[in-house]
């Protein structure tokens, strides 16, 4: 069983930063792809980006130049650093392990582990 567990969200305003955490733990294949993922109120789950095992790295278009992914601790910990956050930001992000990939994909049906999700709320 893998557990992820999401850390670092809070309101902040627009145009300022956070940075979001993962802890992720159990066992993982090391081929294992991980991602963020987002959910704003009645729209549905959206990818943010995902890192491979290769350390491969795609973003989606909102993401891209404003967010950076990384890993850290022998991939035990998932970092998402944001910037230049505007209110349509504000969602519930999650982290998540996609424990059959080859190469990361942003595509929330890849994953099998979820957190909990951890609420981000830009205030204009």
């Known amino acids: 069983q893998v557990q992820a567990l999401e850390s670092g969200g809070g309101s902040v305003q627009a145009g300022g930063s956070l940075i979001l955490s993962c802890g992720i733990s159990?066992?993982?294949?090391?081929?294992?792809?991980m991602g963020w993922f987002r959910q704003a109120p009645g729209k549905d789950r959206e990818g943010v980006a995902c890192?491979?095992?290769?350390?491969?790295?795609r973003y989606s278009r909102f993401a891209e130049g404003r967010f950076i992914i990384s890993d850290a601790d022998d991939r035990r910990t998932l970092v998402l650093q944001m910037s230049s956050l505007q209110p349509d930001d504000t969602a519930v992000y999650y982290c998540?392990?996609?424990?059959?990939?080859?190469?990361?994909?942003?595509?929330?049906?890849?994953?099998?582990?979820w957190g909990r999700g951890t609420q981000v709320t830009v205030t204009a």
């Open positions: 890192i491979g095992e290769a350390h491969e790295i």
């Open positions: 159990g066992n993982f294949r090391q081929t294992a792809s």
């Open positions: 998540a392990v996609d424990d059959s990939a080859g190469v990361c994909v942003l595509s929330t049906g890849n994953y099998e582990y």
